[in-house]
């Protein structure tokens, strides 16, 4: 018998318990950069290394930390669902917690890709990345990010998955992001949808959908989420 559908929805808010600093949050400053000047096709024209410097340290702020327990709930619903998560996060910490399907909106930090356009080559990169480092054809890298202002290659997988669920979760998002802000737009009427933030939005996508709102952390929001659901506490299996 086929499980029921899950489809999670997550952003920087579920990593934060984890240690990552969610920079929306933080003012959308880094090192006195506003986040536009190192995540933006025109700020690595301008400035390489400095976005460079910003990928090294977020890379090595990742490399510090694990998953925490909301990572490791959402894992867990793969025992009743199929689970599948769609994140706004760069890091890998649903993977690391151990969920099977991951798909990645903006990009990994853990990967660098070749800049020659037509050129996709790939890399699994953990240290830091240098203006000097090349792919395998010799053409210079760069993180495997989608800056803002680029186009969203992952957009298209997405959308086809949010038909299929019968549960959607959104986890520590602002929904303010677009494209992936109107990802919600594509569920059947008939799909029960959680929103677990401390601070949730007034989405004007979601709010006609009638979701339920769990104010909360991403990992008390998990933990309420299993009790609302009637789903059995992991560490009582």
Not at 10 to 32: N, P
Not at 59 to 76: D, G, I, S, T, W
Not at 163 to 176: R, V
């Amino acid at each position: 018998m086929n499980k029921p559908c899950a489809v999670v929805l997550t952003g920087a808010g579920i990593s934060a318990e984890s240690g990552l600093q969610t920079f929306r949050d933080a003012g959308g400053l880094w090192e006195g950069y506003s986040i536009y000047e190192v995540a933006t096709p025109e700020a690595w024209e301008r400035q390489p290394q400095v976005v460079l410097d910003f990928y090294n340290w977020r890379r090595e702020q990742l490399l510090a930390v694990q998953p925490n327990k909301a990572h490791q709930l959402v894992m867990q619903l793969e025992t009743v669902y199929d689970v599948q998560i769609i994140t706004q996060n760069v890091d890998d910490l649903h993977e690391r917690a151990g969920s099977r399907s991951v798909l990645h909106l903006h990009g990994a930090l853990r990967q660098v890709r070749c800049t020659k356009p037509g050129h996709s080559e790939i890399i699994p990169w953990d240290g830091p990345l240098t203006l000097l480092d090349t792919c395998s054809a010799g053409h210079p890298l760069r993180p495997h990010i989608v800056w803002f202002g680029e186009e969203v290659p992952a957009m298209t997988h997405a959308i086809s998955k949010m038909p299929e669920a019968d549960l959607l979760i959104i986890i520590g998002t602002s929904l303010q992001v677009y494209p992936a802000a109107g990802l919600t737009g594509y569920v059947r009427p008939d799909c029960r949808i959680y929103y677990i933030d401390p601070n949730p939005a007034d989405s004007y996508e979601l709010r006609h959908l009638n979701p339920t709102i769990i104010q909360s952390t991403a990992v008390a929001g998990m933990e309420t989420l299993y009790q609302l659901l009637n789903l059995p506490k992991p560490d009582s299996r």
